[in-house]
């Protein structure tokens, strides 16, 4: 392993810990968001919101299983 891979190594290490640490703190504030939402405040949103999803919602023709096993068959040895 070179220098230059090693310090590159280490730097993904470093970052990828440091996603981790905010991860967990940005899961807390959204949990603390979601817990003082005020519905009632934004009532239009949520409602127009809910109105998009109904309307390009597509219904589905299976429950994905068939999908799920076929995928799953792939990986079996």
Do not use: I, K, N
């Amino acid at each position: 392993m070179t220098e230059t891979t090693a310090v590159a190594g280490a730097q993904g290490r470093a970052w990828a810990a440091t996603w981790a640490r905010a991860g967990v703190e940005l899961e807390r504030l959204r949990r603390a968001e979601l817990r003082t939402f005020d519905y009632a405040q934004h009532m239009a949103e949520v409602d127009e919101l809910l109105d998009l999803a109904a309307r390009f919602a597509r219904p589905r023709t299976t429950s994905g299983l068939v999908e799920l096993q076929r995928w799953l068959g792939r990986w079996r040895p």
